[in-house]
């Protein structure tokens, strides 16, 4: 086995494109970590100190497919309350097998993860902007002053990022006080392609540049609260549900 030094962002970027390509005839995306099912990769692990891992590409022969991790991480309760029942997935029992088989044989790849120092932090004034929506609007600070502000950074070829897209724009419109806008550097011409397949309610930014200085290294999508003040009040690197409902209530505990 090889041992790979891979910051957090490559191994969500590979997670994500071996899923969408291993899936496509699959319903649903499998992750197993430790022997636990999920959706989505844990946050906990994206969040973690640097720790060596073990990374494995499963399948079964009637083509169902998942990638497992093992870790010396110990998923805490929080985390497991969003894990997957093995019998709500599909060959779940099989996957699991095949899954401890491969770590007790050490068929898998060696990896370390670990989150790198974000370019936001909690506390910053959110800084002066003009941005142009979708359909030619310009938007600056006033336009949010006195209100809760939401941003989300996303770019088509980001699969998480679509995939969160109709579960945000509930947010919309069960907060309809807060100012909702998600960001992408590319044209108005490639975001509406996306907005024609997966529904996002957000005020849709285009041609936006100038917070990728936001991103760095931790990659895509971005979630940020401002508050009333102007102060970034929380931020999530990725996503997973545990990340959205964390964000979530932050947003309702600001309005």
Do not use: H
Request: overall charge neutral; glycine content about 6%; proline content about 4%.
């Amino acid at each position: 086995m090889k041992l790979f030094r891979i910051f957090l962002f490559v191994i969500l970027s590979v997670i994500v494109v071996s899923s969408c390509a291993a899936l496509k005839s699959q319903k649903e995306r499998i992750i197993i970590v430790n022997g636990y099912f999920f959706k989505e990769l844990p946050s906990s692990l994206k969040k973690a100190p640097a720790k060596e891992m073990e990374m494995f590409m499963l399948s079964t022969p009637d083509g169902t497919k998942a990638i497992g991790i093992s870790t010396s991480m110990e998923l805490s309760e929080k985390t497991l309350k969003y894990s997957v029942p093995v019998d709500q997935v599909t060959e779940g029992e099989e996957l699991l097998r095949r899954f401890n088989e491969a770590k007790a044989n050490l068929k898998g790849t060696k990896i370390v993860m670990g989150e790198m120092e974000p370019k936001v932090k909690v506390g910053d004034r959110f800084p002066d902007f003009s941005a142009t929506d979708i359909d030619g609007r310009k938007w600056t600070n006033k336009d949010v002053e006195g209100k809760v502000m939401v941003l989300n950074l996303w770019f088509s070829g980001c699969g998480p990022c679509r995939a969160e897209m109709p579960e945000l724009s509930t947010w919309k419109d069960e907060m309809p006080d807060v100012m909702f806008f998600s960001s992408t550097y590319e044209s108005a011409e490639i975001a509406r392609k996306v907005f024609e397949k997966v529904k996002f309610s957000w005020i849709p930014l285009v041609d936006d540049t100038q917070f990728m200085k936001f991103i760095g290294n931790n990659g895509y999508p971005l979630t940020l609260v401002v508050d009333k003040e102007g102060k970034i009040a929380a931020f999530e690197y990725g996503t997973s549900q545990e990340q959205r409902d964390t964000l979530k209530q932050k947003i309702q505990s600001l309005r």
